[in-house]
């Protein structure tokens, strides 16, 4: 008598399961994303599936008793990679990062793999989608030093977990969790059962043997990681590398991560030699014309642990034809058009006839409100066609009643701006210094109507 075999109906999109199909996932609100997936046989073992992505069980312990010392941590000596993951690789962590094809994510794996392997630990490189001869012609390419890098070709996890058991490495890399599968699950490899089970088994398997694994996973057109929601939940650090607007560099950014700071950046160059570390990324953004222009301003932002220089654009010009268009790249549209608003209530510049592009050099996208003072700057520049000086900058938070709100680590920003060469700032009162930074003419305001007039005096 054959097993009968188990199905479900799994969202695609956050991995919620139903009894039966749906048009929309009831979970995350998505049409059309809940499929029919076989989940093997019902007689099928189940129990070290069962066991939690935290390994095994254990007795019952007072959190009083816990072992509070520091994680273990291994450093890849590419100092922009260990400062996404939070100062090096945890002992017993799983790491998942994602990105388009092309973006770099086998080239920072196996550049950091061949610095961790020639300083004496284990490693394993395990591929499920290119030949070892392809790997190996990547390595001889980027000059990376291979003798003690382990390589095995394998999808199957239950496999990889028995050579394992065998060479008993400290770091584990699998290219790519898409491609993988469990022998209990009967679906296709890349379905939402079989990515969330193998993720879940080899997370298993990293927290009872003390291994470090690297997942590298695969995106949707939307630059979201593809697979079940779940996968992010299983992993302690996600993060995601994507290639700037002219596809010269590329950013590392942690969107999760259990063992450092979320938001973390780090920014690389792409050459023929692999990915290089870009050590000062402010330079990068700050690749301004040697002749001013009007609209163009410069902001300090803060990333991660670091404050990062960059460059804001506006353009304002007569609207041709019967609805002016508002377009903002590199952040949000409603933040922009909520600035208008202020700016026309609070700053007396009425904008509702005009067309207005605002821009962020350099691809990078601004996540944070302290670039608010420099936008509006930037517009009533380009306006009154008012040349901003290359050596001042602007930052803060712009309130509905016009007032310009402090932002953190402001002191941090002002020091960073000046090592740069920057003379003059215009910020939040609350984040003025108390004691002068020598070579930087400060201008603290405390609202948008102040900074406007401070503006026409520069």
């Not at 809940?34 to 254990?58: D, F």
């Not at 004496?120 to 390419?141: D, T, W």
């Not at 301003?297 to 041709?320: F, N, S």
Request: charged letters at 20%; glycine letters at 8%.
């Amino acid at each position: 008598m054959s097993k009968k075999n188990k199905t479900a109906f799994v969202c695609d999109q956050c991995g919620a399961d139903f009894p039966r199909w749906a048009g929309q996932c009831t979970s995350c609100g998505a049409w059309n994303t809940v499929k029919e997936v076989r989940l093997g046989s019902a007689a099928s073992g189940r129990s070290g599936r069962m066991a939690g992505y935290a390994g095994s069980r254990s007795e019952v312990k007072l959190l009083s008793d816990i072992n509070l010392s520091q994680a273990e941590r291994i450093s890849t000596r590419i100092s922009e990679f260990d400062r996404v993951l939070g100062g090096g690789i945890v002992r017993g962590s799983v790491v998942l990062i994602g990105g388009a094809p092309g973006a770099g994510k086998s080239t920072i794996l196996l550049q950091a793999i061949a610095n961790i392997a020639n300083d004496g630990v284990k490693v394993l490189y395990v591929s499920g989608e290119e030949s070892l001869q392809q790997i190996a012609e990547r390595a001889h390419r980027l000059k990376l030093p291979v003798d003690n890098i382990m390589m095995l070709a394998e999808t199957s996890v239950q496999s990889i977990c028995d050579v394992l058991d065998e060479v008993q490495p400290q770091i584990l890399v699998i290219d790519s969790i898409q491609v993988m599968h469990t022998l209990d699950t009967d679906s296709a490899p890349g379905s939402v059962s079989q990515v969330r089970e193998s993720a879940s088994y080899l997370t298993q398997y990293a927290k009872k043997h003390n291994v470090s694994i690297f997942m590298v996973g695969h995106v949707t057109k939307d630059q979201s990681l593809a697979g079940p929601m779940t996968l992010s939940h299983i992993v302690d650090t996600q993060v995601i590398l994507a290639s700037t607007d002219d596809a010269r560099f590329r950013v590392l950014r942690a969107d999760k991560n259990r063992f450092g700071s979320v938001g973390e950046l780090g920014f690389f160059a792409m050459d023929s030699s692999g990915l290089k570390e870009v050590k000062n990324p402010s330079a990068m953004f700050l690749n301004r014309a040697e002749k001013p222009s009007s609209g163009s301003v410069v902001t300090v932002l803060w990333e991660g642990t670091r404050p990062l220089l960059v460059e804001i654009q506006a353009l304002v010009i007569e609207c041709q034809y019967g609805n002016p268009r508002r377009l903002a790249v590199g952040f949000d549209q409603n933040r922009l058009a909520m600035l208008l608003a202020v700016l026309a209530r609070h700053g007396g510049i009425l904008t509702g006839n005009d067309e207005i592009y605002a821009n962020v050099v350099g691809g990078i996208k601004v996540t944070e409100t302290s670039s608010d003072l420099a936008i509006v700057v930037g517009i009533v520049s380009s306006l009154r066609d008012k040349v901003i000086p290359h050596d001042a900058f602007f930052f803060g938070e712009i309130g509905l009643n016009g007032e310009i709100r402090p932002v953190a680590n402001g002191h941090a920003r002002l020091n960073d701006a000046a090592k740069h060469g920057f003379k003059k700032a215009v910020i939040p009162k609350a984040n003025a210094p108390r004691k002068p930074i020598e070579g930087l003419e400060i201008h603290a305001v405390s609202h948008v109507s102040e900074a406007l007039e401070i503006f026409s005096d520069l």
